[in-house]
């Protein structure tokens, strides 16, 4: 009996190496696509920079307008430096070396700060920004983290909406949970795209992420961040365009007076 007992508790443990071995093995395959998906992002615009940089040089054809595609070289190198400071956020967080803080935020006047920095974004595509945002509404985390996680959702608001539309902001009480919608106009998301659009570097066919300088790794790093508070995000056609949707844990502390 002790024989089949110690039999059976190895065989036990056997199992649960093989799976912690198995799940490390995932784990690793996931690195490598993670890395070889951000090196062919990376090419492509050092591929065009490089041919831009080359033309002027050599005052070849249209880049003889030097002045223009300087100006070119320079979006392309900040999509380069956007895409590079993602990734290092994304391995940051993946290695454990950030530390996520848990503490009161305000979660309106956290919009607000974003907001203020997507200003310019929304001015340049002659965009209407319609916000109501319930004061002193409080979560529980890392105040720099999910202004990231915010950020990210506003930006993708702008970016992926058409010139003139309305970018449509709220924050509040939704069944007890504290939570907050961004919602764009003008621009819809095939439905066989919805279940895919956290995942690193997926761009729906025709997507526009290249053209408008997104890195595909924004909504990646929302979950990221997102799953370490406990919150969640759901992203979603309307009648008018797409929103989405962050419900964060329950219980968390009503508005402040």
Not at 135 to 153: C, I, R, Y
Not at 240 to 252: C, D, I, K, Y
Request: glycine share 8%.
């Amino acid at each position: 009996r002790r024989l089949d007992g110690a039999l059976t508790d190895l065989e036990r443990a056997n199992r649960a190496l093989r799976g912690e071995v198995e799940r490390e093995r995932e784990l690793d395959r996931q690195r490598m696509a993670f890395f070889n998906a951000a090196s062919h992002e990376l090419k492509t615009p050092v591929t065009i920079l490089k041919g831009q940089l080359s033309g002027m040089l050599e005052g070849v054809g249209v880049y003889r307008d030097r002045d223009k595609y300087l100006l070119r070289s320079l979006q392309v190198t900040g999509r380069m430096e956007n895409l590079v400071q993602e990734m290092l956020a994304i391995s940051r967080m993946e290695s454990g070396s950030v530390t996520v803080k848990r503490e009161p935020v305000d979660l309106s006047a956290l919009i607000e700060r974003q907001l203020a920095l997507d200003a310019p974004l929304l001015e340049q595509k002659n965009q209407r920004l319609v916000k109501d945002l319930t004061p002193g509404l409080t979560v529980t985390g890392d105040d720099s983290l999910l202004g990231k996680a915010v950020g990210n959702l506003l930006s993708n608001a702008a970016l992926y909406s058409p010139e003139g539309a309305e970018v449509r902001v709220w924050c509040g009480l939704l069944e007890g949970r504290a939570a907050l919608t961004v919602e764009n106009t003008g621009a819809h998301i095939s439905e066989e795209a919805l279940p895919h659009l956290f995942e690193a570097f997926y761009r729906e066919e025709g997507s526009r992420s290249r053209a408008t300088g997104g890195s595909g790794l924004g909504l990646y790093l929302v979950k990221m961040i997102l799953d370490r508070h406990g919150a969640a995000c759901k992203i979603e056609n309307t009648v008018e365009g797409v929103r989405a949707t962050v419900s964060f844990l329950p219980n968390q502390p009503a508005p402040c007076d």
